[in-house]
């Protein structure tokens, strides 16, 4: 199997654990949880060592070059960053080209394809059914959805933290060819679960961590059926709406608003670099279909790591976050994967990927910092996702006692 294939495979937590639609990260019995993240924000610990560097010029300079040098060496047409910090200058800066044919250049209010980080928002909307008691997180999946291997032991806590054992449809065979073939054809929910279900589960629920875009899949079918509305419009209704979050969505099919970059990926049937922009994402649906942008992923990198909206009432219930922010370790050292979130490092959030488009949405809760990544493409740089590398760099010189360093993800094919 050829490299490409495989990393069109991953999800993006390899991709981190390397933010692409990810072959199954899986070791033994996962270790005992990790204390949960801290659900509100928190003063910085020590004055004398900031956990945050103050974004001066000196800081913004070295900002500067340290992106333009990810970029030369991975080749990366554009990318925008954003970093925030309450009390402190805001770094907002995009460099290079949205689209390498007619030179038009990256800029910070493009919409763009946000990929896994939809998964963020498909557990925000799961939970808020928990608060409401029609779900229960230890509910079995059997329980909504009929048909699901295991169904009637793999519980909903199981699929938002990628512990169910499902395998992961974006590895099926058939499916990579039907995609490649086709990226603008369309996918049901029901076709990319029975991509998934002709396969034999990988382990008994809850022993591993396994990062499976199927269990999105089930999570968001659960919401509609239990909501009565479809997942876009319950996520507009009880979700964007009330953050506030104007400009972001998830598409029914190819529909992407203007003005956004054009993609550039090599996840293609013959590793030729393509152009993605009016590729359909429908074969992410729940699990990293959705369209955001730089100030509206400003907005959630809060929201989702504190369960707070911004006019300061609760998107979901203190102690359900509290559950959602239980990190139980992964194979990959530092980093731990709660309901539907990472924390690498101290850093909450989640990133995403598809054909031609990268992001990284994180939020250091010590100091009420926010960094969003958008990218152009999903290429690789060695082994590694870019947006991983864009992370790494940029807290290397903000945050250097929270570095967001994450190794690549071994191929499991």
């Known amino acids: 199997m050829s490299p490409t294939s495989v990393r069109l495979r991953r999800g993006a937590l390899a991709a981190v654990l390397t933010g ?61 960053v954003g970093i925030w910090t309450p009390g402190q200058e805001s ?80 590895e099926d065979d ?5 995609l490649t073939a086709d990226p603008r054809r369309s ?62 969505s998830l598409p029914a099919g190819s529909e992407y608003p203007t003005p956004h970059a054009q993609g550039y990926t090599d996840q293609t049937a013959d590793g030729k670099v393509e152009e993605t922009a009016d590729w359909n994402p429908s074969w992410g649906w729940a699990a990293g279909a959705m369209v955001s942008t730089l100030d509206d992923l400003h907005v959630w990198a809060r929201t989702v790591a504190t369960g707070v909206l911004p006019d300061g009432t609760r998107m979901v219930s203190a102690a359900t976050q509290k559950q959602r922010l239980t990190t139980p370790p992964t194979p990959i050292p530092g980093v731990g994967y709660g309901l539907g979130i990472f924390d690498v490092q101290g850093w909450i959030g989640h990133n995403g990927s598809l054909p031609g488009y990268e992001s ?19 290429i690789d740089i060695g082994r590694d996702e870019p947006s991983t590398l864009f992370g790494e760099a940029i807290t290397e010189i903000i945050s250097p006692r929270h570095v967001f360093n994450l190794p690549a993800a071994p191929a499991a094919r």
Do not use: W
């Open 91 to 170: 770094y907002v800066r995009s460099f290079g080209l949205a689209d390498k044919a007619t030179g038009r250049k990256m800029t910070p209010d493009l919409f763009t394809r946000i990929g896994s980080e939809t998964k963020t928002f498909t557990v925000t909307a799961l939970l808020q059914l928990v608060d409401q008691g029609k779900v229960g997180l230890d509910d079995p999946i059997g329980k909504y959805i009929d048909g699901v291997p295991n169904g009637d032991r793999i519980t909903l806590r199981e699929l938002a933290g990628m512990r169910s054992g499902l395998f992961n449809y974006s």
């Open 20 to 80: 692409t639609l990810l072959a199954p990260l899986t070791a033994g019995a996962a270790p005992p949880a990790v204390p949960a993240a801290p659900a509100v924000d928190s003063p910085s610990p020590s004055a004398s060592e900031p956990d945050v560097r103050s974004l001066s010029p000196d800081v913004a300079r070295r900002l500067d070059a340290s992106i333009r040098r990810v970029m030369r060496e991975g080749d990366v047409p554009g990318v925008t």
């Open 187 to 248: 996918f049901t929910p029901r076709q990319l679960l029975d991509y998934s279900f002709r396969h034999p589960v990988l382990f008994e629920p809850g022993r591993k961590f396994s990062y499976c875009n199927t269990n999105l899949i089930l999570l968001g079918l659960v919401v509609e059926q239990r909501s009565g509305q479809s997942l876009g419009d319950y996520l507009d209704e009880h979700v964007l709406g009330p953050a506030g979050m104007k400009d972001t």
């Open 360 to 378: 990284l949405t994180i939020y250091l809760p010590a100091t009420r910092t926010t960094v969003v990544v958008l990218l152009n493409t999903d």
């Open 174 to 178: 058939d499916f990579f060819k039907a």
